[in-house]
C-alpha cells in the first residue's frame, strides 16, 4: 500500500471506530473493535476488519447488524474524513485472536506431550 492509502485507511478506521462506539453501540452488547483497514488504491472502497470481544450474541449476527448500518456509518466516514469519494466500505470479522488462542492452545499441548515423554523415570536408565 501506499502512505497516502495507509494514512486514509487509518484515518478511516478511527472514524468507524468513533462511530461504532458512539452512536452505534446499540449493535452489540459486548465490545466491538476496529482492528484493520484495508483500501482499494483507488480509494474507493474498503474492507473493514472488526474483532467481537464479550458479549452474548453471536459475532455472525452482530455482523449481520453492522452491515445493516453501512449506509450511515458511511455518512459517519464522510463527515470525518474528506474525501473526493465515500469509500463503499465491507465488514469482515477478524478472527486473528481466535487463531492465536488456538495455536498457543495447541502448542501448550504439543509441549505437555513432550514434557511427558521426555520424564526420566527413576531406575529406567540402570542407575537407581
Known amino acids: 500500500m501506499s502512505i497516502r492509502t495507509e494514512r486514509v485507511a487509518g484515518e478511516v478506521q478511527q472514524a468507524l471506530a468513533r462511530a461504532l462506539q458512539q452512536d452505534f453501540s446499540d449493535v452489540s452488547d ?7 483497514v484495508r483500501m482499494s488504491p483507488d480509494l474507493r472502497s474498503g474492507r473493514v476488519y472488526i474483532s467481537l470481544m464479550g458479549g452474548t450474541q453471536a459475532p455472525a449476527r452482530t455482523l449481520e447488524r453492522i452491515r445493516a448500518e453501512t449506509p450511515h456509518l458511511r455518512s459517519a466516514v464522510a463527515h470525518s474524513v474528506r474525501l473526493r469519494f465515500v469509500p ?3 465488514f469482515y470479522l477478524d478472527d486473528t485472536q481466535q487463531e492465536v488462542a488456538r495455536v498457543e492452545q495447541l502448542l501448550k499441548q504439543i509441549g505437555e506431550e513432550r514434557g511427558q515423554s521426555e520424564r526420566i523415570v527413576p531406575g529406567a536408565d540402570g542407575n537407581a
Not at 30 to 36: D, F, M, S
Open 88 to 90: 463503499e466500505l465491507y
Open 30 to 36: 459486548g465490545l466491538v473493535t476496529v482492528t484493520k
